[in-house]
């Protein structure tokens, strides 16, 4: 018999009598032993890739708090790195790409990619031995859209522009982009499933600036698109969707894909979810990572909303997107330990 996993018996469908919690980026800047690991690598993909280090940055906020979920220390940008495009980490600028063309799409080598992502693999092993039984492990991917931003634009940028307007220039460049994209994250998130995960999530981070049209082509069908090629190869894969600024098309989402647990970022009305979305289908979120910064009876009075908002469908407590280098670590503890008192 195995262990009761709160959080992967929320994803698929039961609701517990609190809700489980994890946090976006709980691996991370505002942690000082997190700072020291990632001053002992020779850079961020370096920190990613060395199963040590990744292994034992992913442990260090369940050493802190009861979490109850790791999530694999990685990047969404591995991806491209495995397909062979140029990718580094910079200080105070971060990631910075070989921004693709509609000649170099055609260069990409889909074909090496999982033996490249290996030691993200033996991380997932890892941490799979080292957790406690009842904590879940979440693997992860970035969507072909958020991902594709990137590769095309350079770098992240706050409208997506150079994407967006590349959709729209070279249709088939793109289309042909976002296939390998859809089928490269089929196989890493199998993998990693196969690695030990328990339920994976799909970061769509940058939805937020497509107008409806594009949404559903380049938002909704990839994640659909990948779900459904997913739980062909591991079936009834719980996957947890978390399309950023989806808005009023979070609902369309939701419904396509097939997801089993929505994630909602901080902009998203509680009563618009509750009224909008299947009382059947499971949310995540959604704290704004800033009222953590605040701290105090604002931070709690909201976190208590929310928990009171999601009480009558399975709910994970998040925050509506990553945690801040600036957070501090006596909120997080504060935070955690609300929500277990139920």
Same mark, same amino acid.
């Given at each position: 018999m195995s262990a009761h996993k709160p959080l992967l018996a929320t994803v698929l469908g039961q609701r517990q009598e609190r809700p489980p919690i994890w946090i976006m980026r709980q691996a991370g800047r505002?942690?000082? $032993?997190?700072?020291?690991?990632?001053? !002992?690598?020779?850079?961020?993909?370096?920190?990613?890739?060395?199963? /040590?280090?990744? %292994? $034992?940055?992913?442990?260090?906020?369940? !050493?802190?708090?009861?979490?109850?979920?790791?999530?694999?220390?990685? /990047?969404?940008? %591995?991806?491209?790195?495995?397909?062979?495009?140029?990718?580094?980490?910079?200080?105070?600028e971060g990631p910075v790409l070989e921004p693709l063309t509609v000649q170099t799409i055609a260069t990409l080598k889909p074909e090496r990619a999982l033996d490249h992502l290996a030691p993200v693999f033996e991380t997932l092993k890892r941490l799979r031995a080292a957790i406690a039984p009842e904590q879940a492990l979440i693997g992860f991917c970035g969507s072909?859209?958020?991902?594709?931003?990137?590769?095309?634009?350079?770098?992240?940028?706050?409208d997506q522009a150079a994407a967006r307007l590349f959709a729209l220039q070279h249709p088939q460049a793109f289309s042909a982009l976002i296939d390998i994209l859809v089928e490269t994250s089929i196989d890493y998130l199998a993998a990693q499933f196969a690695a030990g995960a328990d339920v994976v999530q799909l970061f769509e981070s940058w939805a937020l600036n497509l107008d409806e049209v594009a949404f559903a082509a380049q938002v909704i069908e990839p994640n659909r698109r990948i779900v459904e090629g997913l739980r062909k190869k591991v079936p009834n894969a719980p996957v947890i969707g978390f399309p950023r600024g989806a808005a009023g098309m979070i609902r369309a989402y939701a419904d396509a894909t097939q997801v089993n647990m929505v994630g909602l970022d901080y902009a998203t009305p509680l009563n618009f979810a509750k009224s909008?979305?299947?009382?059947?289908?499971?949310?995540?979120?959604?704290?704004?990572?800033?009222?953590?910064?605040?701290?105090?009876?604002?931070?709690?009075?909201?976190?208590?909303?929310?928990?009171?908002?999601?009480?009558?469908?399975?709910?994970?407590?998040?925050?509506?997107?990553?945690?801040?280098?600036?957070?501090?670590?006596?909120?997080?503890a504060r935070l955690v330990e609300l929500v277990k008192e139920g």
């Amino acid at each position: 018999m195995s262990a009761h996993k709160p959080l992967l018996a929320t994803v698929l469908g039961q609701r517990q009598e609190r809700p489980p919690i994890w946090i976006m980026r709980q691996a991370g800047r505002y942690l000082p $032993e997190y700072r020291e690991t990632r001053a !002992r690598s020779k850079g961020f993909l370096d920190l990613c890739y060395t199963p /040590d280090l990744a %292994v $034992e940055v992913s442990l260090q906020p369940l !050493r802190r708090f009861e979490l109850d979920a790791a999530i694999l220390f990685s /990047d969404i940008l %591995v991806i491209p790195d495995a397909l062979g495009q140029s990718v580094r980490f910079t200080e105070g600028e971060g990631p910075v790409l070989e921004p693709l063309t509609v000649q170099t799409i055609a260069t990409l080598k889909p074909e090496r990619a999982l033996d490249h992502l290996a030691p993200v693999f033996e991380t997932l092993k890892r941490l799979r031995a080292a957790i406690a039984p009842e904590q879940a492990l979440i693997g992860f991917c970035g969507s072909p859209w958020t991902v594709a931003t990137y590769m095309l634009g350079g770098k992240g940028s706050s409208d997506q522009a150079a994407a967006r307007l590349f959709a729209l220039q070279h249709p088939q460049a793109f289309s042909a982009l976002i296939d390998i994209l859809v089928e490269t994250s089929i196989d890493y998130l199998a993998a990693q499933f196969a690695a030990g995960a328990d339920v994976v999530q799909l970061f769509e981070s940058w939805a937020l600036n497509l107008d409806e049209v594009a949404f559903a082509a380049q938002v909704i069908e990839p994640n659909r698109r990948i779900v459904e090629g997913l739980r062909k190869k591991v079936p009834n894969a719980p996957v947890i969707g978390f399309p950023r600024g989806a808005a009023g098309m979070i609902r369309a989402y939701a419904d396509a894909t097939q997801v089993n647990m929505v994630g909602l970022d901080y902009a998203t009305p509680l009563n618009f979810a509750k009224s909008n979305l299947s009382p059947l289908l499971g949310v995540q979120g959604n704290l704004d990572p800033l009222r953590l910064v605040a701290g105090g009876e604002q931070m709690e009075d909201r976190a208590r909303d929310i928990i009171a908002a999601f009480a009558d469908r399975p709910h994970v407590f998040n925050l509506g997107h990553g945690i801040v280098p600036q957070t501090p670590i006596e909120h997080v503890a504060r935070l955690v330990e609300l929500v277990k008192e139920g």
